[in-house]
């Protein structure tokens, strides 16, 4: 089987289509798994959670996608991300703020652990160095874990014996599933910020267990011009251009 990993759409339609169509192109997948932030920050959320909901049977909700549907305030937002989100909720449908409701936190599929932020907090915890990540470990039991939230592609490796390191994912960079405990993040589809701003996923393939990191370029500047035209912050829009 393989499965397409997806996460932080962000409501960037424009990167989203891209990525599918890179997913087409290298031979399809037999099913997609999205972890979390369909919406925020980008010009295009109803569409976003149009598409996804076309493709993608199994995801979990983000800490944008609970703030739009009014499960969570944004005081803890930035001002600019605060911004964007109450935009974005003054965009959603009655539908499309259920749909987003209903999204579970976390979700075991196999061997892995669907969460957006982490496991031990899904919405709001950001794993970027070897200690946060070592902490989770007891919070899921399934071999591997699935994050986003940091838009940044890296794996977490944690051996039997107390080893543990993190490894900075690019582009065809391939992880092989093996006994070690894993936490991968596969970076941000909608809003990258690892320095790179093309549009970042991966495809895991369980008969050769493996995990390969995909970039797409698409058309940033189209994507900018529709926040414009929106009123969206500028430094939403300037980043998207450096993928910071």
């Known amino acids: 089987m393989r499965i397409a990993i997806l996460a932080d759409i962000h409501a960037n339609l424009t990167a989203f289509e891209a990525v599918l169509a890179d997913v087409k192109s290298r031979g399809g997948v037999d099913e997609y798994w999205c972890l979390g932030d369909i919406v925020g920050y980008g010009p295009d959320p109803r569409e976003c959670i149009s598409l996804l909901q076309k493709v993608c049977k199994v995801c979990v909700v983000g800490n944008h996608d609970r703030a739009a549907a009014g ?6 937002f930035n001002p600019r991300a605060a911004e964007a989100n109450e935009w974005t909720a003054k965009q959603l449908s009655l539908q499309d703020i259920r749909y987003l409701s209903n999204l579970p936190l976390t979700i075991e599929k196999s061997e892995f ?7 031990r907090d899904p919405i709001w915890e950001y794993l970027f160095s070897v200690i946060e990540a070592s902490e989770n470990l007891e919070a899921f039991s399934t071999p591997y874990c699935l994050v986003g939230h940091t838009h940044q592609p890296v794996v977490f490796t944690f051996s039997r014996f107390g080893d543990s390191k993190v490894t900075k994912l690019v582009h065809e960079s391939e992880v092989i599933l093996a006994e070690k405990r894993l936490i991968l993040n596969p970076g941000g589809i909608g ?4 320095g790179d701003p093309r549009a970042s996923y991966g495809i895991y393939d369980s008969s050769i267990r493996t995990f390969t990191l995909y970039r797409v370029p698409y058309d940033i500047k189209a994507v900018q011009a529709r926040m414009h035209e929106h009123g969206l912050p500028a430094m939403l829009i300037s980043r998207l251009e450096v993928g910071r």
Do not use: N
Request: cysteine-free.
């Open 191 to 194: 809003q990258p910020r690892d």
């Open 71 to 76: 499960k969570i305030d944004t005081s803890d």
């Open 113 to 119: 652990t669907l969460a957006h932020g982490s496991p």
